[in-house]
């Protein structure tokens, strides 16, 4: 496993310091609101599991499954829901939390979706994002750290299905695709 990466590009140690300025900031802006937290599956759960214990005001949790990816590190532009919501939302406000912010379309059409549903609010949140990807104009409120373009893995985020329990987020070298394709 060690020997599949290339490289570290944040460590555990910079996303644990990040995501407590982001449970920070979210507890401030949402203190004294109805806040339901919708983390997208299956990617955004470590970092779910870490920002919801570093947000100190009361909280809903839910969860939506949508697939946009296959097994490969290219998109296919179609985004469709495995699994939905199971609270309803008029009464509250949405705050997505995503893995990775790339080209822009999965954030897009969950904002959208979910807006259509008509809570108090939405906003999103993500623990990474790769603004040189972007191929529509998404707005992101929340933002751990800006990478250039990179496939990277760990803290949730697979490469067919693996590496999601890495703890820092990695790139992997050239050589691991080649071998999985
Ligand atoms: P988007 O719709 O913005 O292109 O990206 C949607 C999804 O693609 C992300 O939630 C994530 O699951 C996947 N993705 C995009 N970039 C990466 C990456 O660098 N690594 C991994 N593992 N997944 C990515
Ligand atoms: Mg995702
Ligand atoms: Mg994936």
């Known amino acids: 496993m060690q020997d ?6 944040v460590s555990a140690a910079e996303i644990k310091k990040r995501v407590k300025e982001m449970g920070a900031a979210i507890s401030r802006d949402y203190a004294g609101k109805d806040l339901l ?3 997208i599956l299956k990617g955004a759960i ?3 599991a870490d920002l919801v214990r570093e947000i100190t005001i009361p909280l809903q949790l839910d969860f939506m499954a949508v697939s946009s990816y296959g ?4 998109t296919s532009g179609a985004v469709r829901i495995l699994k939905d919501l199971e609270v309803p939302v008029e009464d509250k406000h949405l705050l997505i939390v995503e893995d990775i912010v790339d080209t822009g379309l999965t954030l897009k059409y969950l ?8 809570p108090l609010s939405v906003r999103a949140c ?7 990807r972007r191929l529509v104009d998404v707005h992101v409120d929340y ?5 250039p373009d ?4 760990g803290y949730g985020l697979d490469y067919a299905q693996k590496y999601r329990h890495l703890p820092d987020i990695c790139v992997l070298k050239p050589e691991v695709y080649a071998r999985q394709k």
């Not at 599949?4 to 590009?9: R, S, T």
């Not at 097994?71 to 290219?74: D, L, P």
């Not at 933002?143 to 990478?147: C, D, E, L, P």
């Open 126 to 132: 993500t623990i990474l994002d790769k603004p040189e």
């Open 4 to 9: 599949d990466i290339a490289e570290v590009l």
């Open 37 to 39: 937290v919708v983390g």
């Open 71 to 74: 097994a490969g590190t290219t």
């Open 111 to 118: 904002l959208e979706n979910l807006k259509a549903r008509k």
């Open 143 to 147: 933002s751990g750290f800006s990478i």
């Open 46 to 48: 470590i970092f779910l």
């Open 150 to 153: 990179y496939f990277v893995v």
